[in-house]
């Protein structure tokens, strides 16, 4: 028998069927779910330590290391948004006192930036305006003045729309001694990237973008030398949930018998499993042909109407997330609501550094078709005339 009465009735809101609305994800992600991921979703879970279990999960970071074009046997799934893997990179890789180089041109430099300060390593930013890349030049005077154990590169800075060059910065960051970590969240899949042949320590993604799966995992991959770094630390991380020797062993990376770490979201990889399979059977090389040729069609569109394109240098253009300057007179609020409500089709405006500048709009694995092209380019013709000038 209850020895007291309850204080809180049930809530009227989930007495009610669940409502969805319909509708086109055309932002930085994430992106729309295509069916065979949606029908992963809704398979019945089993034991996350079952064998079968195991076998998903194997085949998971086969998928990974093909994404990644990597061999490294530490690669593994994080429990959580790419945020996570980032923070599980840094509270691996660096310790107290470490030197931490980061190219902040967006929120996503931001974010590494604060991380690492938290976790007590001198942190130096190479900043830069919105729409700001790095060169080789400017990067290797970073780690000749600061001697950093990391610098941190974002591939795809989804803030800006700006798609940052790789080659030779790995190359570059061995030969002063320092490990080379790349945030790929929004590029993997729609744009080159070789994980292995440009020299990349650590690299990340995120499940929710060109991938089309459910938010909520992450992927990582260490090489050799960033593994070395990490198993020879000289503190714990302070993270238990995020030490990687854990993951690793639960993940079957350390050809030892796994042991339990945390409960994994088995749904979830379920249908991370099936996006992966996805991108394996229409090859990486399609997948990024596809990007760039709808995101050149969306380019000409937006120009064809007038709209000004953040990023200046078409070679600097990131092919997933187009970035849009907002046009003079309008608030890019009023834009972004009649998308909405008027053509149900979501675009969103800047984030972090770019926010009031600009407008974003996303291609994202499935949804990068010509057909969506034409159908946000109707809605943004229809927002230009029927949205209020000069209300600011």
Not at 145 to 161: A, D, I, N, R
Not at 192 to 212: A, E, R, T
Not at 295 to 304: N, S
Not at 308 to 316: C, E, H, I, R, S
């Amino acid at each position: 028998m209850a020895s007291h009465k309850l204080l809180v009735p049930p809530p009227k809101a989930l007495l009610k069927p669940l409502s969805i609305p319909k509708r086109l994800l055309l932002g930085p992600g994430p992106s729309n779910l295509p069916p065979r991921i949606m029908s992963a979703g809704g398979m019945q879970i089993i034991g996350p330590m079952d064998k079968e279990m195991y076998q998903i999960m194997d085949e998971i970071k086969e998928g990974i290391q093909y994404v990644f074009q990597t061999r490294n046997p530490l690669t593994l799934v994080i429990t959580g948004s790419g945020h996570c893997a980032l923070e599980a990179a840094l509270v691996n890789v660096l310790e107290p006192g470490d030197s931490f180089l980061v190219g902040v041109n967006g929120i996503w430099g931001q974010r590494a930036m604060d991380i690492g300060e938290r976790m007590g390593a001198r942190v130096h930013p190479m900043t830069k305006d919105p729409g700001g890349h790095y060169t080789l030049q400017e990067v290797e005077e970073g780690l000749a003045q600061h001697k950093p154990v990391l610098l941190f590169l974002t591939h795809g800075e989804s803030s800006t729309g700006v798609l940052q060059p790789l080659d030779g910065f790995g190359e570059l960051c061995h030969r002063y001694n320092c490990l080379l970590l790349v945030d790929s969240v929004v590029s993997l899949g729609g744009t080159p990237l070789y994980m292995d042949q440009q020299g990349i320590d650590i690299l990340y993604s995120g499940s929710q973008k060109v991938l089309n799966a459910p938010p909520g995992t992450s992927f990582i991959s260490f090489s050799d030398k960033a593994k070395k770094k990490m198993y020879s630390r000289k503190t714990k991380p302070f993270s238990f949930y995020l030490d990687i020797k854990w993951l690793a062993n639960f993940w079957g990376c350390d050809d030892q018998p796994r042991m339990y770490h945390h409960t994994i979201p088995v749904i979830s990889l379920y249908s991370l499993r099936e996006s992966l399979a996805l991108i394996a059977e229409q090859g990486l090389e399609n997948s990024w042909r596809q990007h760039r040729e709808t995101t050149a069609y969306l380019h000409g569109r937006l120009q064809a109407l007038g709209l000004q394109l953040f990023v200046k240098d078409p070679a600097l253009r990131l092919p997933m997330v187009t970035t849009v300057v907002v046009p003079a007179g309008y608030d890019w609020r009023d834009i972004v609501s009649y998308v909405l409500d008027h053509f149900d089709i979501e675009i969103m405006g800047g984030l972090g550094p770019s926010a009031g500048k600009v407008l974003r709009i996303g291609l994202l694995g499935c949804n990068a078709t010509r057909e969506n092209v034409d159908r946000v380019m109707e809605a943004l013709g229809a927002a230009l005339q029927h949205c209020p000038k000069n209300k600011l």
